[in-house]
Every structure is written in C-alpha cells, then in structure tokens.
C-alpha cells in the first residue's frame, strides 16, 4: 500500500497512559533522526468509514545543516504553520490528525479526511493572511487506515 517512509531503531518518550496517549517518539532514516509526534489510538470504526483519505502537507527544507533539522527561521515559519492546522483542525468533524514527523529535509503534517474538496477550502481559509508556504498536499485513498496502524504499531511499547 503505502509505506511512505523507512522506520528503523525506533525510541519513544513517553509515560503510559491508559487514557489519551500522546507520543513523540524518534527513529532514524538514511542516518538523521526523524521526530514523529502523534496520538497513539484508532477513532472508533464510524470516523474511520468517513474519512478514508489520507492527506499529506509535506514541506520539504534544506537538510544540510542542524543534522537534517530545519534551520531555526525555517522551523519557526513550520511552527506558525502547525499552530494554525491545530487551531483550524483539532475538533473538526472534516478531518482527523494523524500525525507530524519532521527530519531528513522534509516535515508532514497528515491527516485523515472525508471530502478533498471541502478540506483544501477549510485549509485554503485557515491560511487566509500568511505568508505563501512552500508545501505540497498529496492525497491517498487509505480507507483501513494503514498508515496511522503502521505508526501506532512501530512505536508500541515494549514490555
């Protein structure tokens, strides 16, 4: 299916929590590390019969230095970018987060949506005054949701 990037020697740091189980977790891709940041449950099977595309926002940045890190103006645009995509998604009923990684020149916000069309005017609308982004948006038919079992799966903690 998918399989949109290597994961290897994964860490986590996180406490467990029976609750809502937010990770951040590490793993490493053509040597640099790789920062993923998500929220380690499945929505129940009604949200998942809705929103069977899975969105990328990708940003792809100079990996030359900061050992494959933005540099700091380049990470504070994306995190004016990410602010904005929280505020505008965080309990939409349009779309659901999946997760963020950023490493090795490139950061992804994605997400799980329902209708293409209506998710690019919310996200066209939310960035409505800021500056152009040098991102592109790919969309890919995801109706099991694989690649959020993929990531939940790579970081699950080993007892």
Do not use: Q
Not at 75 to 82: A, G, Q, S, T, V
Not at 85 to 111: P, Q
Request: aromatic letters at 14%; one cysteine or more.
């Amino acid at each position: 299916m998918l399989n949109i990037f290597k994961r290897k020697k994964k860490t986590t740091d996180h406490e467990p929590n029976e609750k809502l189980n937010g990770i951040i977790g590490e793993y490493e891709e053509d040597g640099f590390p790789i920062v993923v940041r998500f929220i380690n449950e499945i929505p129940d099977n009604s949200i998942i019969s809705r929103m069977a595309w899975f969105t990328v926002v990708s940003w792809k940045y100079d990996d030359s230095e900061r050992n494959g890190m933005p540099a700091k103006s380049t990470n504070d645009k994306m995190l004016k970018l990410e602010g904005a995509l929280e505020t505008a998604f965080w309990k939409s009923d349009i779309c659901k987060h999946a997760y963020n990684r950023t490493g090795n020149g490139l950061k992804e916000f994605n997400y799980y949506i329902e209708n293409r069309e209506e998710f690019m005017i919310h996200f066209n609308k939310t960035l409505e005054g800021h500056e152009v982004y040098p991102i592109e948006i790919n969309f890919y038919e995801d109706p099991e949701w694989v690649e959020m079992h993929k990531i939940i799966d790579d970081f699950k903690t080993k007892k």
